[in-house]
């Protein structure tokens, strides 16, 4: 299974950026979905995360901000980043748990997209 993430670059604070990761190989079955966020210095933290069935969470920081979704047929998930500060300057990981078609569960991680905010 792989995880091959898209977007990032650099926005300035209240623009916008989209990021896109699709899963891909022997997979059987996607279940969560989600991206996380990792700054210099600090530790790898949830930002949204999505479920085969469309439910969702946030953290609180980017809630009213970010949009997270996802396409079942494609095994692909999204993250709108609208309203952006500063502070969400991070490396951003795309992440998926699930089952392989050999009925072996997975969670696997893409190879993280750089997100920088200026001021």
């Known amino acids: 299974v792989q995880l091959q993430a898209s977007g990032g670059g650099l926005a300035q604070a209240g623009g916008s950026l989209r990021l896109s990761c699709a899963a891909s190989?022997?997979?059987?079955?996607?279940?969560?979905m989600g991206w996380y966020r990792q700054a210099p210095g600090t530790q790898r933290e949830l930002v949204a995360t999505?479920?085969?069935?469309?439910?969702?969470t946030y953290a609180d920081s980017v809630k009213g901000r970010f949009t997270i979704s996802r396409d079942n047929a494609k095994n692909m998930v999204d993250l709108q980043m609208s309203s952006l500060k500063p502070e969400d300057t991070a490396v951003y990981y795309c992440?998926?748990?699930?089952?392989?078609?050999?009925?072996?569960?997975?969670?696997?991680w893409g190879q993280g997209t750089l997100v920088t905010v200026s001021s």
């Open positions: 992440n998926a748990k699930g089952l392989t078609i050999s009925w072996r569960s997975f969670d696997y």
């Open positions: 190989g022997s997979i059987f079955r996607v279940d969560d």
């Open positions: 999505v479920s085969s069935g469309g439910s969702t």
